[in-house]
Nanobody, 127 residues
Framework: QVQLVESGGGLVQAGDSLRLSCAASGRTVTSYAMAWFRQAPGKERDFVAAISGSGGDTYYANAVKGRFTISRDNAKNTMYLQMNSLKPEDTAVYYC????????????????????WGKGTQVTVSS
């Protein structure tokens, strides 16, 4: 079992930055792809960014490309999401996820591929 805890969310103004963290426990996740998803009220959970187990490959949704950066520190079993130039449309609950079933392949962008999830952290961007 893997437990994931997100932190770093908050209320910011448009143009500000936030750094989210996702701490994993229960099992080392260094071999697994990890990802960030977000869900706004009344909407589906959407892919934001993903990173391979080694951290060498990263993928982003078009909506955040150039503004968000995903990274991981395998020594700390932790993943991060640096969010710059935040916009009101970035407002959502942000979830981290682990794919423990597909080792060594390109990280997936679909919700169904990830089998462990955190409870989320709220990010609110005011205009």
């Amino acid at each position: 079992q893997v437990q994931l805890v997100e932190s770093g969310g908050g209320l910011v103004q448009a143009g500000d930055s936030l750094r989210l963290s996702c701490a994993a426990s229960g099992r080392t996740v260094t071999s697994y792809a990890m990802a960030w998803f977000r869900q706004a009220p009344g909407k589906e959970r959407d892919f934001v960014a993903a990173i391979s187990g080694s951290g060498g490959d990263t993928y982003y949704a078009n909506a955040v490309k150039g503004r968000f950066t995903i990274s991981r520190d395998n020594a700390k079993n932790t993943m991060y999401l640096q969010m710059n130039s935040l916009k009101p449309e970035d407002t959502a609950v942000y979830y981290c996820a682990v794919d423990s079933l597909s080792v060594g392949v390109k990280p997936a962008v679909g919700v169904a591929a990830y089998d462990y999830w955190g409870k989320g952290t709220q990010v609110t961007v005011s205009s």
